[in-house]
């Protein structure tokens, strides 16, 4: 006995006629009591009386009734639960990120996202940009919205620049520097810098060596934290200068951000594997790269 029993079945039982059923089902009468046939042979039972005039549920019938109806409905919601997960529309989306460079539009892509897709479930992750790359490549991640790290080109993922985001200054608002629109490079080389360590920020360490070397002149580094609100704290502290990207906003009254010049970039990129793309981390990207294609990520409508 298969589905199709149960549903040839249902139908004689709920039309109370084999003629009714038969045109309702388009199937000819002989197979289809033929069918019913088969279902009370298969569950020892008789499920249906049957007259020249009438056909009536036996009490098993009516048993049998209740529970194919049961049956069939959740195959119907298992099979649209198949279809909507072939098509993203429901699932997991397992979403790695790091914290500043994504606060202008994360929360507001992830509402976007809900609403297209509320029966996708959505799982964040907070973390370096070193850990959420592990994190895909161990494939623990679907995707992940963070910087390159050393290792990236040879972890085999697929990646996507979203951004080049510019570098500046966080100082204290009494420095001498602080009022100027720009800061050049040059204007660093006596000062006392921090900076993300290079293993948890690769690409904003790599361009801060990158602009002083150009200056001509090689950095004094009087901290390199793992966390960029660490470095704001050693400024406020007085420790000396954070170079940060301009997403790092700071709200402290006795901080400043400038500009550098000549412009240093470090890029943000999506990052996902190649081989373990599941139909709701595609709608994602598609969602997020339209995003990036309108300039709705920088700029709310």
């Known amino acids: 006995m298969d589905l199709r029993h149960l549903r040839y079945f249902q139908a004689v039982a709920e039309e109370l006629s084999y003629a009714r059923a038969s045109r309702r089902l388009h199937i000819a009468q002989p197979a289809l009591s033929r069918a019913v046939k088969e279902v009370e042979v298969s569950l020892g039972a008789i499920v249906l009386e049957r007259s020249r005039h009438h056909v009536r549920l036996t009490p098993a019938g009516s048993v049998l009734l209740r529970e194919a109806a049961l049956l069939l409905e ?6 649209r639960r ?7 529309e429901e699932g997991e989306l397992r979403l790695g990120y790091i914290g500043p460079p994504t606060q202008p539009f994360l929360g507001r892509l992830l509402h976007d996202y809900r609403r297209k897709y ?3 479930s959505i799982h964040l992750e907070e973390r370096t940009p070193e850990r959420v790359w592990e994190m895909v490549a161990q494939r ?11 290792t990236h080109k040879a972890s085999g993922l697929k990646t996507v620049l979203l951004h080049e985001e510019r570098l500046g200054v ?7 520097l602080a009022n100027r629109r720009y800061i050049s490079w040059a204007s660093l080389a006596q000062e006392s810098l921090i ?3 290079r293993r948890e920020g690769m690409g904003l360490h790599d361009a801060m060596l990158a602009g002083c070397r150009q200056a001509g002149f090689a950095p004094r580094l009087a901290y390199t934290p793992s966390l960029i609100g660490t470095v704001l704290r050693y400024v406020e502290a007085g420790a000396g200068l954070g170079i940060v990207p301009e997403s790092v906003v700071t709200s402290a009254l006795s901080l400043r951000y400038v500009p550098l010049h000549p ?10 594997q190649e081989d373990e793309d599941p139909p709701a981390a595609q709608r994602f990207r598609e969602l997020l790269l339209g995003w990036k294609q309108s300039g709705k990520l920088w700029h709310p409508d």
């Open 118 to 120: 509320p029966r996708v």
């Open 82 to 88: 198949v279809r909507r997960t072939a098509a993203g």
């Open 263 to 272: 412009a240093q970039c470090v890029p943000l990129v999506l990052v996902w």
């Open 140 to 150: 623990r991640l679907s995707a992940a919205i963070t910087r390159p790290v050393q």
């Open 195 to 197: 900076v993300l360590a």
């Open 170 to 176: 966080v100082l204290p608002a009494a420095h001498p």
């Open 74 to 79: 959740r195959w119907e919601e298992s099979l």
